[in-house]
C-alpha cells in the first residue's frame, strides 16, 4: 500500500507552488461530487487547512437517480468535519449533446456560487489518471503542445482561480487513502460506460502499457510538453508586449507585426486574443483561426468565436462581436458585477435595473460617444448601465456618472495564468 503520509504532504507541496493563495489566510471553495478523487480531496484539505477555511458545494444534475443519495453522502461528511455546505441543482433543457451541457451547466453553478462566496480559489479533484487519460484523447484529436502539455496546478476562468491539488496522486492510491480510514464514496456507473471516451482512453491504457507506454511515461511525456509549451509562452508574451496594444477591451496588432514573428507564433496570439475577447475558455479550431487571419491580412473585416478582426491600415484590431454579448444581467447588490465573463461593472444600487452593451440604442443616447477614441464596432460592445430603455451610464464612453468599469484582466496578465 502507498505511504499514507506521502499523499498528504504532497497536496500541501502542491499548494504552496501557488503565489497567489496564502495558506494561512485563503478561503477555498470545493467543488465535491461525491466520487473517491472529490472526497478524498475533501478530507485531505480538512486536514491540511482545517475546515473552518473550507466551503463545499455539490451539483445535483438530476441524470441518475443516485443523485440525490450522493449530495446526501458529501452533505452528511461535512457535517461530520464541520465543513460549510451547499447543493445546487442543474436541470438538462433536452437542447444539445448531453455531456457537453452538463459540464457547462455545472461550471455555470459553480462559478455562480464562486462569485456569492468571493473564494480565493475553488479546488478540482483532477488526479494524475486525469492528466494521462486526457493526454490519450488530445492525442487522438491531433493535439498540438498545448493540448498535450497537461493541467495546470492553478489557473484562471471567467474570473475564478482554478486550483489543482491532486494532480500528483493516483487515482489508486486515494481510494485506498480512504479505506484505510473507512472513508465511502461513491461510484458513478458511467466510469464502467465505454460511450464516453474517457472510459475508452483509461482502458486503452491497459493494451499501450504492454509496449511500454505506461502511465509514468505519458505523465513523463506530459512534463516534457509542460516545459515546451512554457518556452512558447514566453516568445508570445515578449511578442505581446511589444506588439500587442490593449484599448479597453480591444487588442491592436501594431504597424508591421507581421514581419516580427512567424505565423505560427502569430496564430496561436490570435487564439489566445479570441479567447481573451471572448471570454471563453474554449480554443476556436485552428483552421477557422488560419482562414480568418489570412482574410483580415487581406483587408477583410472577419467574424469568428464571438469575435471581429477588423483591418486598420497595417494594423489589426480584435473586438467583441456584439451579436455575441447578448448577457443580460442584473446589478449585484454589493456594487460590483461581472459581465459578459470578463467585465466588472461597479456603481450605486437602485439607479438601474440592468446591465447589457451599449448596442445601437445606446449610441443613439450617448452623442459623445466617439470621444472615447474607439471604432464604432467596439464601442456598441462596451458595458452599460440601463434602467429599461434608458441609457444610465456608459463608463467606457465617458456616459454618466457614478459607475466604473474595468476589464477583471488585462491580457498580458491573462497569458501568464492561461
Given at each position: 500500500?502507498?505511504?499514507?503520509t506521502?499523499?498528504?504532504?504532497?497536496v500541501?507541496?502542491?499548494l504552496?507552488?501557488?503565489?497567489?493563495?496564502?495558506?494561512?489566510?485563503?478561503?477555498f471553495?470545493?467543488?465535491?461530487?461525491?466520487?473517491?478523487?472529490?472526497?478524498?480531496?475533501?478530507?485531505l484539505?480538512?486536514?491540511?487547512?482545517?475546515?473552518?477555511?473550507?466551503?463545499?458545494?455539490?451539483?445535483?444534475?438530476?441524470?441518475?437517480?443516485?443523485?440525490?443519495?450522493e449530495?446526501?453522502?458529501?452533505?452528511?461528511?461535512?457535517?461530520?468535519?464541520?465543513?460549510?455546505?451547499?447543493?445546487?441543482?442543474w436541470?438538462?433543457?433536452?437542447?444539445g449533446?448531453?455531456?457537453?451541457?452538463?459540464r457547462?451547466?455545472?461550471?455555470?453553478?459553480?462559478?455562480?456560487?464562486?462569485?456569492?462566496?468571493?473564494f480565493?480559489a475553488?479546488?478540482?479533484?483532477h488526479?494524475?489518471?486525469?492528466?494521462?487519460?486526457?493526454?490519450?484523447?488530445?492525442?487522438?484529436?491531433?493535439?498540438?503542445?498545448?493540448?498535450?502539455?497537461?493541467?495546470?496546478?492553478?489557473?484562471?476562468?471567467?474570473?475564478?482561480?482554478?486550483?489543482?491539488?491532486?494532480?500528483?496522486?493516483?487515482?489508486?492510491?486515494?481510494?485506498?487513502?480512504?479505506?484505510?480510514?473507512?472513508?465511502?464514496?461513491a461510484?458513478?456507473?458511467?466510469n464502467?460506460d465505454?460511450?464516453?471516451?474517457?472510459?475508452?482512453?483509461?482502458?486503452?491504457?491497459?493494451?499501450?502499457?504492454?509496449l511500454?507506454?505506461?502511465?509514468?511515461?505519458?505523465?513523463q511525456?506530459?512534463a516534457?510538453?509542460?516545459?515546451?509549451?512554457?518556452?512558447?509562452?514566453?516568445?508570445m508574451?515578449?511578442?505581446?508586449?511589444?506588439h500587442?496594444?490593449q484599448?479597453?477591451?480591444?487588442?491592436?496588432?501594431?504597424?508591421?507585426?507581421?514581419?516580427?514573428?512567424?505565423?505560427?507564433?502569430?496564430q496561436?496570439?490570435?487564439?489566445?486574443?479570441?479567447?481573451?475577447?471572448?471570454?471563453?475558455?474554449?480554443?476556436p479550431r485552428?483552421?477557422?483561426?488560419?482562414?480568418?487571419?489570412?482574410?483580415?491580412?487581406?483587408?477583410?473585416?472577419v467574424?469568428?468565436?464571438g469575435?471581429?478582426?477588423?483591418?486598420?491600415?497595417?494594423?489589426l484590431?480584435?473586438?467583441r462581436?456584439?451579436?455575441?454579448c447578448?448577457?443580460?444581467?442584473?446589478?449585484?447588490?454589493?456594487?460590483?458585477?461581472?459581465?459578459?465573463?470578463?467585465?466588472?461593472v461597479?456603481?450605486?444600487e437602485?439607479n438601474?435595473?440592468?446591465?447589457?452593451?451599449?448596442?445601437?440604442?445606446?449610441?443613439?443616447?450617448?452623442?459623445?460617444?466617439?470621444?472615447a477614441?474607439?471604432?464604432r464596432?467596439?464601442a456598441?460592445?462596451?458595458?452599460?448601465?440601463w434602467?429599461?430603455?434608458?441609457?444610465?451610464?456608459?463608463?467606457?464612453?465617458?456616459?454618466g456618472t457614478g459607475?466604473?468599469?474595468?476589464?477583471?484582466?488585462?491580457?498580458?496578465?491573462?497569458?501568464?495564468?492561461?
Amino acid at each position: 500500500m502507498t505511504d499514507q503520509t506521502s499523499i498528504e504532504v504532497r497536496v500541501l507541496k502542491t499548494l504552496e507552488t501557488i503565489p497567489q493563495i496564502s495558506l494561512e489566510t485563503a478561503r477555498f471553495g470545493l467543488a465535491v461530487s461525491g466520487g473517491g478523487d472529490s472526497v478524498a480531496m475533501l478530507h485531505l484539505m480538512a486536514g491540511v487547512v482545517g475546515p473552518r477555511r473550507l466551503s463545499v458545494m455539490c451539483v445535483n444534475h438530476g441524470l441518475r437517480p443516485e443523485a440525490g443519495e450522493e449530495v446526501a453522502l458529501v452533505e452528511a461528511q461535512c457535517a461530520g468535519l464541520g465543513i460549510a455546505f451547499d447543493a445546487r441543482e442543474w436541470r438538462y433543457d433536452g437542447t444539445g449533446n448531453l455531456q457537453a451541457a452538463a459540464r457547462a451547466g455545472r461550471w455555470d453553478v459553480l462559478r455562480a456560487w464562486v462569485e456569492e462566496q468571493a473564494f480565493d480559489a475553488v479546488l478540482m479533484g483532477h488526479t494524475a489518471d486525469d492528466e494521462v487519460e486526457t493526454f490519450l484523447m488530445r492525442l487522438s484529436r491531433g493535439s498540438g503542445v498545448d493540448g498535450l502539455s497537461g493541467m495546470k496546478v492553478a489557473t484562471m476562468r471567467d474570473g475564478v482561480r482554478i486550483v489543482r491539488p491532486l494532480l500528483q496522486c493516483g487515482r489508486a492510491e486515494l481510494r485506498d487513502w480512504l479505506t484505510a480510514r473507512e472513508i465511502v464514496w461513491a461510484n458513478d456507473p458511467s466510469n464502467d460506460d465505454d460511450s464516453y471516451d474517457r472510459v475508452k482512453a483509461r482502458k486503452m491504457l491497459d493494451h499501450l502499457a504492454e509496449l511500454g507506454l505506461t502511465q509514468k511515461r505519458v505523465l513523463q511525456t506530459v512534463a516534457h510538453m509542460a516545459d515546451a509549451a512554457a518556452i512558447v509562452d514566453r516568445a508570445m508574451l515578449g511578442f505581446v508586449k511589444n506588439h500587442v496594444v490593449q484599448e479597453q477591451g480591444d487588442l491592436v496588432f501594431t504597424t508591421a507585426f507581421e514581419s516580427q514573428a512567424d505565423k505560427a507564433l502569430l496564430q496561436r496570439i490570435l487564439v489566445a486574443g479570441l479567447q481573451w475577447v471572448s471570454g471563453t475558455a474554449y480554443k476556436p479550431r485552428l483552421e477557422s483561426v488560419r482562414d480568418s487571419f489570412a482574410s483580415a491580412l487581406n483587408r477583410q473585416v472577419v467574424t469568428l468565436a464571438g469575435c471581429v478582426l477588423i483591418p486598420e491600415g497595417g494594423k489589426l484590431r480584435l473586438t467583441r462581436e456584439l451579436r455575441a454579448c447578448e448577457s443580460r444581467v442584473s446589478p449585484h447588490e454589493t456594487g460590483e458585477t461581472s459581465w459578459d465573463r470578463r467585465w466588472l461593472v461597479v456603481g450605486p444600487e437602485g439607479n438601474a435595473n440592468v446591465i447589457k452593451a451599449v448596442g445601437e440604442a445606446g449610441l443613439a443616447q450617448c452623442p459623445d460617444w466617439r470621444d472615447a477614441g474607439l471604432p464604432r464596432k467596439s464601442a456598441m460592445a462596451t458595458p452599460a448601465i440601463w434602467l429599461d430603455e434608458t441609457l444610465i451610464a456608459a463608463p467606457i464612453l465617458g456616459y454618466g456618472t457614478g459607475w466604473s468599469a474595468r476589464i477583471v484582466a488585462d491580457f498580458a496578465d491573462w497569458l501568464v495564468t492561461h
